[in-house]
């Protein structure tokens, strides 16, 4: 059978006609060749009942008597090269067409060497490097035997109740559309068939990111326009760059589950947006139109789906237990069966699947390119990028003067607060903690205690971590929430630091040593009731393999923190969902609201009570060593700017501090009288910049036309004449402000 598909696959390619109807006319060719069965089967894909566990058990199910069924088109999650290739050989040598089976799984922030989780790589604002942790992820997968990740998730959230914000890059549509696209590139490369390269997919399609009290798999609603305007960017950006594949996404869309939503997946993906690749659902998302309640049973979940143009469905089965009721009832024609099953094999043709089964993965393959020392390097570098300095009074950091240390708190020796979540090939044996990061970085100057657990009180932990804090110089407290808690199903109601940690603190503090805190997180937190206890508060994430040595690199002052926020962090969790590009309000805050106490009166604003409607610490935000001046902000030949021109700006930037370090230029605009209301801020360029102590840059931003554009209140996408203001600076609340205006 491997013969007959590369003698067939070698005709195909003699042909002088592009790669997609080429692999069409193969696809075809072999379908012409396939039962409804088989074909279905290829849009069916499962789970192994040993694998990696993403989603809730259901039925039991015999994987291999599928497979030699020609049952199965892919199927995810297998934890080994060598299971992967057994199961790739009971597909080609005894099911009767011997397809490949396409393996996927959740490459989300590297495979072996785990990188920061998204949301701290994100904070790098460093396009590059987040696209070479794909390709390097990419590159062990695909030795493993995996020739697809559901990566990159596109869904914007400003909502750190949502657990998944960890997986994602943070509030703001223009920044998650470039590192989105970066993703897809980086996982592909230039040729799916190189065995290297896998095949992206862009998650959750759509608007996944918005959930209702950012409860998981919660209802979505919102208007088309809000839908375009901040969420759509970037699936668009990921899709435009090439991804392969699509996943639907769990939440009903404006009351329709994505999953059978046809608006989305073939009016919206396909028809607007030149999708044309396959859409595969989420984990059951298909079945579980039952529980939304727009299906009365699998049968009519599975046709709600394939309507929509669903191609694949993932562990439900749904699909081949009704594809034969529904077609010999005419409610879905062969004809939809075929598109949907040619877009999977189409696939697996560019993959080089047809060619070559076992192109991907093999023990011995993987053994010898995973754990590269160069990865490994590269981890460290995009760990540090990552880590964002949040506050440092009386700069307490870095500590470079041979500081005693006492290096007190929960995660001190934690392999999984390094890790954070979708991590299924960690080694714990292999990642850097926090305590080896800093012995090795500060031999004979820590005492490391733990003082209390993640939520709980340790008996006489605090007595202790007292102690080693009077005997130190320093304090230096892990704090923050673990790993385990972050990702899927992981939402809370409160992003405050657990109760045991609060008294941890506060007792350190009392010692009356400096206390730098090092927050290990999944998602912003809430942190003004206890910001005072720290006199520096660095921000590591969950920094991924070489964690420990990122952090101590960075605590030492070997390296300046360069990262900058992606997500506001609230100041506490009333004020959760909150985000530097909200709209105005017709009574929007100038200013600080008095006391209401005080002033015993109602201001008429939009504002609350006793809380600023502020966040702690803005979208952009991030302290260096050094110091960066921006000046000289100018909008070049202002004064004569058309509908359709491009618009540059210029500014000044320089490090007028005395170490050299890296920042992030960020360019925010206003359309100040638009058809529809416009966000008070929107990021629409950004430049990581490293520089010198001592040196000064000139930066050139280019907005074009379509930065300017926006769905106007005829629903079109487009610019509209009139006054725009800009503001230029290192975080969303930049003073220096230049402003011009887009004639007819
Ligand atoms: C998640 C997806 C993931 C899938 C497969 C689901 O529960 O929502 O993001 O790709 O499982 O593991």
Partial sequence: MRNLFIVLVAVACLCGCDRRSEAERFADDLMSRMTL?????????????????????????????????????SVLNVKTPEEIWELQRLAVDSSRLGIPILFGHDIIHGCKVIFPINLGSACSWNVEAVKESARIAAAEAAAMGIAWTFSPMCDVSADPRWGRVSEGSGEDPYLAAKLSAAMVEGYQGEELADS?????????????????????????????????????????AALDAGAATVMTSFNDFNAIPASGSRWLLKELLRDELGFDGFVVSDYRAVTEMIAHGVARDTTEAAYKAMKACLDMEMVSG???????????????????????????????????????????????????????????AFARSIARESMVLLKNEGEVLPLDGGERIALIGPYISSPRAMLGSWTAF???????????GFEE???????????????????????????????????????????????????????????????????VKAAGKPVVVLLT???????????????????????????????????????????????????????????????????????????????MKKLYKSCYLFTPDTPLYPFGYGLSYTEFEFDSLEVVDKDNIH????????VRVSNVGDRDGATVAQLYMRDMAASTTRPVRELKGFERLHLRKGELRVVEFVLTAE???????????????????????????????????VRP
Avoid at 449 to 472: K, L
Avoid at 643 to 650: E, N
């Fill in 318 to 376: 749904s699909y081949l237990n009704s594809v034969e009721e529904l077609v010999k009832e005419g409610l879905v024609s062969e004809k939809e069966i075929d598109a949907m099953c040619r877009n999977v094999l189409v696939a697996k043709y560019n993959l080089g699947l047809f060619e070559d089964p076992f192109r991907y993965g093999g023990a011995e393959r993987f053994a010898g390119s995973i754990y590269r020392p160069e990865d490994l």
């Fill in 521 to 599: 997180t999944g998602r912003p937190m809430a942190l003004e009731s206890v910001i005072d206890d720290m006199d520096a508060l660095f921000l590591a994430w969950h920094p991924g393999t070489e964690g420990g040595h990122a952090i101590a690199d960075v605590i030492s002052g070997d390296h300046s923190p360069s990262g900058h926020l992606v997500m506001s962090f609230p100041r506490c969790d009333g004020q959760i969902p909150i985000r530097y590009n909200h709209k105005a309000t017709g009574r929007p805050l100038e200013g600080t609201a008095p006391d209401p106490l005080i002033s």
């Fill in 643 to 650: 509908i359709g021109d491009d618009v540059t700006v210029r």
């Fill in 196 to 236: 290297t390269t896998i095949m992206a997919c862009v998650k959750h399609f759509a608007a996944y990111g918005a959930p209702e009290a950012g409860r998981d798999y919660n209802t979505v609603d919102m208007s088309e326009r809000m839908f375009r305007d901040r969420y759509l960017p970037p699936y668009v």
């Fill in 37 to 73: 069965r088989e074909k279905v089967g290829q849009m069916s894909q499962f789970a192994p009942q040993t694998g990696v566990v993403t989603g809730p058990e259901g039925e039991p199910m015999d994987l291999n008597a599928l497979i030699k069924a020609g049952e199965v088109g």
């Fill in 426 to 436: 960690r080694d714990y044996d292999r990642t850097v903690t926090i305590g080896q």
């Fill in 441 to 507: 970085r500060f031999p004979g100057k820590v005492t490391m205690t733990a003082g209390c657990g993640p939520y709980a009180e340790i008996d006489g932990g605090i007595a202790q971590a007292v102690r080693a804090a009077r005997n130190a110089d320093v304090a230096v407290l892990t704090l923050g929430l673990p790993g385990e808690f972050s990702g899927e199903a992981a939402s809370m109601t409160s992003v405050e630091l657990p109760q045991a940690q609060k008294n941890l603190l506060a007792a």
């Fill in 707 to 741: 930065d300017m554009s926006f769905w106007r209140e005829d629903m079109k996408f487009g610019q509209e004449p009139g006054e725009f203001r800009l503001w230029l600076g290192n975080h969303s609340d930049a003073t220096l402000e230049a402003s011009f205006t």
